[in-house]
């Protein structure tokens, strides 16, 4: 891999509020980051499209409405569909802690937690995406 790590930060569904979304991206930015914000009101279809056309190595999912058992599990089948499995999925919000567990299971590699710091956030994503000490140099 060579550049910087890439991510996707995108809010799926029909939330309004996108303001965890915005401080996840600024954060990710200022550490050196490339990122691709969606907005809101995000297809899983489109995340998917976009993060492939992007080449991104992560994909963040704000999901504050509770259709995370929804909307992320399509996210992972699409990204399956399309033999992108390689593409880290993560992924915050007001999550119960029992759906954090399913999340995990179907492949999610990290939910946070409602007071997470931005800076858990990014010392995680740079931990876990492969290669991202290359990638930061």
Do not use: C, N
Request: proline share 6%.
């Amino acid at each position: 891999m060579t550049g910087r790590i890439r991510v996707v930060i995108a809010e799926p569904g029909l939330d309004g509020p996108d303001r965890g979304a915005e401080v996840v991206a600024r954060a990710l930015r200022d550490a050196g980051m490339e990122v691709i914000y969606t907005g809101l009101h995000q297809t899983p279809e489109q995340i998917v499209q976009t993060a492939l056309q992007e080449d991104a190595d992560a994909v963040g999912l704000a999901i504050p409405s509770g259709a995370h058992l929804t909307l992320i599990p399509k996210v992972l089948e699409l990204f399956k569909e399309r033999d992108a499995q390689d593409v880290l999925v993560f992924g915050g919000g007001t999550v119960p802690e029992t759906d954090i567990a399913a999340l995990t299971e179907l492949g999610v590699a990290k939910v946070f937690a409602p007071g997470t710091t931005s800076q858990e956030i990014v010392d995680w994503v740079r931990e876990s995406v492969p290669d991202s000490e290359a990638a930061e140099s």
